[in-house]
């Protein structure tokens, strides 16, 4: 496995690879790699022969209150667990590398970024948007997987590639949860266990309201507050829960009637940490499934 910082030689080396046949891919991430990532390196195995990691805590889209200091870095553990998987090349620059002295040219997303995260985390989008297209424009040709965790990204990433016309194929893979329906998360090591299982108050909501819309539930004041109030109780900040359209993430109004597939995304924290999760109601299992199939197995 190569493992390369310099931005114009990981170029190379992805217009080498792809010179031979047999594609190339990319998943981007900020490092400290779990089952989650994995998932996205095993998407993309299956997809192209040539697989690279890029690992880059990008600055540009932390806030100025925000983690990007004690985000955390495990560069030694991550190269192993993508040895061990099968990735190719690790992209690991430095911020020097991707914002070089005198580089000014930054992207500005539109409506796609205007509610949910991007309401509560000014800039956040921009940032994402202007590290993701230098990493799709370095890579050139390829297919590039990103997790649907992370959904309101990831439709702002389907908005990038088509605004750029970036020659890109897009995979999104579905949330990987702990068995008690957790959504994986670099961030779930900050928590201490108690706020973790206070934590699991987000996908035990998502998983309310899986079942009430699957029961037919359709108006969307019911759906959103009642899983307002599970996260509430247990969360010492609610940021927000909210319905929204799929596609443009612009929310839906409690007076309507939802559709037939539509997003319920929350956001949370709870000892300095937040959490986001969502389901997409009208397609998605309830996250919390897997938790309730154990406990009636553990009862037979
Ligand atoms: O999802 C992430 O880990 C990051 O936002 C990304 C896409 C790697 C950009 O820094």
């Given at each position: 496995?190569?493992?390369?910082?310099?931005?114009?030689?990981?170029?190379?080396?992805?217009?080498?690879?792809?010179?031979?046949?047999?594609?190339?891919?990319?998943?981007?991430?900020?490092?400290?790699?779990?089952?989650?990532h994995?998932?996205?390196?095993?998407?993309?195995?299956?997809?192209?022969?040539?697989?690279?990691v890029?690992?880059?805590?990008?600055?540009?889209?932390?806030?100025?209150?925000?983690?990007?200091?004690?985000?955390?870095?495990?560069?030694?553990?991550?190269?192993?667990?993508?040895?061990?998987?099968?990735?190719?090349?690790?992209?690991?620059?430095?911020?020097?590398?991707?914002?070089?002295?005198?580089?000014?040219?930054?992207?500005?997303?539109g409506?796609?970024?205007?509610?949910?995260?991007?309401?509560?985390?000014?800039?956040?989008?921009?940032?994402?948007?202007?590290?993701?297209?230098?990493?799709?424009?370095?890579?050139?040709?390829?297919v590039?997987?990103?997790?649907?965790?992370?959904?309101?990204?990831?439709?702002?990433?389907?908005?990038?590639?088509?605004?750029?016309?970036?020659?890109v194929?897009?995979?999104?893979?579905?949330?990987?949860?702990e068995a008690?329906?957790?959504?994986?998360?670099?961030?779930?090591?900050?928590?201490?266990?108690?706020?973790?299982?206070?934590?699991?108050?987000?996908?035990?909501?998502?998983?309310?309201?899986?079942?009430?819309?699957?029961?037919?539930?359709?108006?969307?004041?019911?759906?959103?507050?009642?899983?307002?109030?599970?996260?509430?109780?247990?969360?010492?900040?609610?940021?927000?829960?909210?319905?929204?359209?799929?596609?443009?993430?612009?929310p839906?109004?409690d007076?309507?009637?939802?559709?037939?597939?539509?997003?319920?995304?929350?956001?949370?924290?709870?000892?300095?940490?937040?959490?986001?999760?969502?389901?997409?109601?009208?397609?998605?299992g309830?996250?919390?499934?897997?938790?309730?199939?154990?406990?009636?197995?553990?009862?037979?």
């Open positions: 496995m190569q493992v390369v910082s310099d931005p114009r030689v990981y170029q190379q080396a992805c217009a080498s690879a792809r010179e031979k046949g047999g594609g190339v891919a990319l998943v981007p991430t900020m490092g400290a790699l779990h089952d989650g994995m998932a996205l390196v095993a998407a993309a195995r299956a997809r192209a022969d040539f697989v690279c890029s690992i880059f805590v990008n600055p540009s889209q932390f806030g100025p209150h925000e983690d990007l200091a004690r985000y955390p870095r495990a560069m030694e553990a991550d190269g192993a667990r993508c040895e061990a998987a099968g990735v190719a090349l690790v992209f690991s620059p430095t911020r020097e590398d991707m914002y070089p002295e005198g580089g000014e040219t930054r992207l500005v997303v409506e796609t970024a205007a509610a949910l995260c991007g309401a509560s985390r000014p800039g956040h989008f921009d940032g994402v948007a202007t590290i993701v297209s230098k990493l799709l424009v370095l890579t050139g040709s390829c590039a997987v990103f997790g649907r965790k992370d959904y309101q990204q990831w439709r702002v990433i389907n908005r990038l590639v088509a605004d750029l016309f970036l020659p194929q897009l995979v999104g893979v579905p949330t990987v949860r008690d329906g957790l959504a994986l998360s670099s961030r779930n090591r900050y928590l201490s266990s108690e706020a973790r299982s206070r934590a699991l108050s987000l996908s035990r909501a998502l998983s309310q309201a899986v079942r009430r819309f699957d029961d037919g539930e359709r108006r969307a004041g019911i759906l959103r507050q009642e899983a307002e109030a599970m996260v509430a109780r247990e969360m010492d900040e609610l940021d927000y829960v909210a319905l929204c359209d799929t596609d443009t993430v612009q839906i109004l007076d309507a009637i939802v559709p037939s597939r539509v997003l319920l995304a929350v956001a949370a924290r709870i000892g300095g940490t937040r959490l986001i999760d969502n389901v997409v109601l009208g397609e998605d309830a996250p919390s499934q897997q938790e309730q199939d154990s406990a009636m197995a553990s009862e037979q």
